[in-house]
């Protein structure tokens, strides 16, 4: 066998291993995105929006948000879609429903959740 042969041999091998690797990393990771895991209600429409945020794939319009599961913390992605979208009156990520003190913390304190509002009413007028 000549060297040649033996190149093309392994670089076929090699080729056809990193092709069976990334149909297992990906084809999980797409069926994952199709779901929504983070489901937000908010105080306020919003504009149809899709985007990524902390990893997830999000998409809001009107009062609803949803978003695919993603390596973030529960809390981390309720507050980040408060403080890009405004008020939380309703979240839930999978099967867990967030209670009265969880979505103070996500909205932040009462100063600052009456602070927005009223930059909000501000900027509508």
Same mark, same amino acid.
């Given at each position: 066998m000549t060297l040649s042969q033996i190149f093309t041999k392994t670089f076929i091998? %090699? /080729?056809a291993l990193a092709? /069976?690797?990334t149909t297992t990393i990906v084809v999980p990771m797409a069926h994952a995105a199709s779901g929504s895991y983070f489901k937000a209600e908010l105080a306020k429409p919003v504009e149809s929006t899709k985007k990524i945020m902390r990893g997830a794939s999000l998409k809001c319009s009107d009062t609803s948000c949803r %978003?695919?599961?993603a390596s973030t913390a529960d809390k981390n992605m309720c507050i980040s879609i408060a403080r890009e979208f405004g008020l939380i009156t309703a979240f839930s990520a999978g099967d867990r429903q967030f209670d009265a003190k969880q979505l103070e913390k996500c909205n932040g304190d009462k100063k600052a959740v009456a602070?927005?509002?009223k930059a909000e009413r501000? %900027?509508?007028n």
């Open positions: 091998f %090699a /080729g092709l /069976g690797s %978003a695919s599961k602070n927005r509002q501000l %900027a509508t």
